[in-house]
């Protein structure tokens, strides 16, 4: 064997090697430092980098993601769904963008139940924005186009039941007394003989809302009949709609998302439920009632096909503390978001780390 078949032999693998991993830099999604055993299923061509060539670790307890550099990824990015979700949805979508973001990201604002209408039927959006977890029957929906729903928490919201600023009667409610003031009650002094005699006015989101379910399914048993047949009630899925309308009469009354009261508390005043109020420590010590998730939906197929996706809810779990409670919401759980970045590491095929 002449001294040209030794370096041959020696060296050609190696250079193999570095040529796939250069080739892999442009679409393949790593866990651990580059070695070829390692790579993973790779996307279609695009200009995406690799998600991070940093191993995956557990600092202080928390799953800490791959990192992702926003100016890296370009493409589409459409969001839809729950109008409690969101503002937060909305302020990620803004800091992606502003981070270098070379694509397009929409965000709408139609109900959680339109928006998994829309992931899970017409399959026109790449992420659902949800206050309520998905519904046996939306989950067969998206399996039926192809689409296997992936979970992510992003925080908690309190549902808060709010009245005018001129309201001075309604101190707190009971959920016996907020169920009668939103369905058979015909006055206030039907929930209170102390309280006036004056026609209930009742605002309240949409049927396609997630905040609709959750107020049904807590306060009515999952039987949506006695609010739907409630006199004097005006359904919007805009909750600024429902703002307006309360904050016009002293006898009107509704709910919606925590976010939304504190952005208008100079009109509305939230109304305690069993004597608490809406409030982070409340919340987190499970003593408000009407508390309820903030959630992400994806399907591993489209996070793996546009990589940008995938970035997009990477960088939403690695950020959301810093920006969940500016917009007047509360952060998720060490537990839930660690389980929200396992979701995510399980998606892309790469190992989650343990304890």
């Not at 096909?305 to 007047?328: D, M, R, S, W």
């Amino acid at each position: 064997m002449n001294d040209f078949q030794i370096f041959r032999r020696a060296f050609l693998p190696l250079v193999m090697a570095l040529a796939l991993v250069a080739a892999g830099c442009k679409g393949y999604v790593v866990a651990t430092p580059v070695v070829l055993a390692e790579i993973q299923t790779p996307f279609p061509q695009t200009s995406a980098p690799f998600f991070g060539e940093t191993q995956t670790i557990l600092q202080k307890g928390e799953i800490v993601l791959p990192p992702v550099n926003p100016a890296d990824y370009s493409g589409t990015i459409i969001v839809a769904g729950s109008s409690t979700v969101y503002p937060l949805a909305e302020r990620m979508a803004e800091r992606f963008q502003d981070e270098g973001f070379q694509g397009q990201i929409t965000v709408d604002s139609i109900g959680s139940g339109a928006g998994f209408e829309r992931f899970c039927v017409s399959g026109e959006t790449d992420i659902a924005t949800a206050s309520r977890l998905i519904k046996p029957s939306e989950v067969e929906s998206c399996r039926e186009i192809g689409r296997e729903p992936i979970e992510f928490r992003v925080g908690t919201d309190a549902l808060a039941v709010v009245v005018s600023r001129q309201n001075d009667f309604v101190d707190t409610l009971s959920l016996e007394e907020l169920a009668l003031a939103f369905s058979t009650a015909q006055t206030w002094q039907d929930v209170r003989p102390e309280w006036p005699d004056k026609p209930i006015l009742r605002f309240s989101p949409g049927t396609d809302s997630g905040t609709f379910d959750f107020f049904v399914e807590h306060v009515f048993d999952k039987n949506e009949e006695p609010l739907l047949n409630a006199s004097h009630l005006n359904l919007s899925e805009d909750d600024n709609v429902l703002v307006r309308g309360v904050a016009s009469s002293p006898y009107a009354i509704g709910y919606f998302g925590f976010a939304y009261y504190l952005s208008n508390r100079e009109r509305l005043r939230a109304v305690p439920i069993e004597g608490v109020e809406p409030s982070a420590q409340a919340v987190e010590a499970g003593a408000y009632p009407l508390a309820r998730p903030l959630l992400l939906y994806s399907d591993a197929g489209i996070m793996q096909k546009k990589p940008q996706v995938a970035a997009f809810l990477n960088f939403c779990l690695t950020y959301v503390h810093e920006e969940v409670q500016e917009v007047g919401y509360f952060p998720p759980s060490r537990e839930a978001l660690n389980a929200a970045k396992a979701n995510w590491l399980k998606a892309m095929s790469l190992e989650v780390p343990q304890p």
